[in-house]
């Protein structure tokens, strides 16, 4: 990697996550003497809390909010230790960059994700008002998604009189059996990539992302770009930007979200058609322009070329 480096020979090197090659990252930075910068991608501290949580499920709640909390504040600890060892630092959403910014005392920007806009796009509107409503997710079905949350939907769903939707569940993971058993209507092919999850895309009315973990939810995006409106709680619809009655629905009630998309049609459609809108500004060509001009802007600020490693 270094022979290949020395005859790239870059002005920057960006390190994507705290894994066996971040930290070989690191260190052909420090090798080399590179500038480097650390992009934030994953809540790794949040989902460590929730999994011991889970684990810890036989406990006191009073010792498995210790513990979580506990995990969280040292996984948190360690992961800052690791991006301190870049000049700067990138993260998906405001409230992160702040967060690196105040803790790490150094220069965080904002880095936006992109969409595939040909390969999320809309299909034919959904307004037949007979055809089952397709509550749709994609993502890995793991504890830390929150995905239990669509069981609790389906309950209440049907405690309110409501009999007309399926679920289209897209993905796999540990919480998989358990949805299967849990869940009266629903599909759940597994993974889907290339035309089969653009496909799954176009047949969802309403796309429901009941995580509070991500740090942005990539998956939200293409559902925009495929048409779809999206229900959202508060904290991820701010990440993305998801304007709360236009693009999407902003709430914690999500049962209440669904029912008035269920029985709204035109409303519907006109968040979809938002959606898509909002999406359009996320193209990957745009994202990687204002990504390089950050890049200069980071380099710019930086007043030696040296990496600090930290033991």
Not at 30 to 40: F, N, R, Y
Not at 62 to 78: D, K, P
């Amino acid at each position: 990697m270094v022979d290949r480096l020395h005859a790239f020979k870059p002005d920057l090197l960006h390190i994507t996550a705290p894994g066996d090659v971040g930290i070989l990252g690191v260190w052909v930075a420090h090798t080399m003497q590179l500038p480097s910068v650390a992009s934030w991608h994953t809540n790794l501290h949040e989902y460590l809390a929730r999994r011991m949580d889970r684990l810890l499920s036989f406990a006191p709640k009073s010792l498995r909010i210790r513990m979580a909390h506990f995990v969280e504040t040292q996984t948190l600890r360690g992961l800052l230790r690791f991006y301190k060892s870049a000049r700067f630092t990138l993260a998906p959403n405001q409230t992160m960059v702040n967060l690196l910014q105040q803790r790490l005392g150094r220069p965080s920007f904002l880095m936006r994700h992109g969409v595939d806009l040909n390969q999320y796009s809309p299909g034919p509107e959904r307004s037949d008002p007979n055809q089952p409503f397709c509550i749709g997710y994609v993502g890995r079905l793991t504890a830390e998604k929150n995905v239990r949350l669509f069981a609790e939907l389906d309950r209440k769903l049907r405690a309110a009189g409501e009999q007309n939707y399926q679920f289209l569940i897209v993905g796999d993971g540990g919480q998989q059996r358990w949805l299967q058993s849990n869940l009266q209507s629903a599909e759940m092919p597994g993974v889907l990539r290339g035309a089969e999850l653009a496909a799954a895309y176009q047949r969802m009315d309403c796309f429901v992302f009941p995580s509070l973990t991500d740090t942005f939810g990539l998956v939200i995006l293409e559902a925009m770009a495929s048409g779809v409106p999206v229900i959202l709680s508060p904290e991820t619809g701010a990440r993305v930007g998801v304007q709360d009655g236009v693009s999407g629905l902003l709430s914690q009630d999500f049962t209440t979200s669904l029912q008035h998309l269920m029985h709204d049609i035109p409303v519907r459609l006109a968040m979809g058609r938002a959606a898509r809108k909002l999406a359009l500004t996320n193209s990957w060509d745009v994202v990687f322009e204002q990504l390089y001009e950050t890049y200069a802007q980071g380099l710019a600020l930086i007043a030696k070329p040296a990496v600090t490693l930290h033991a």
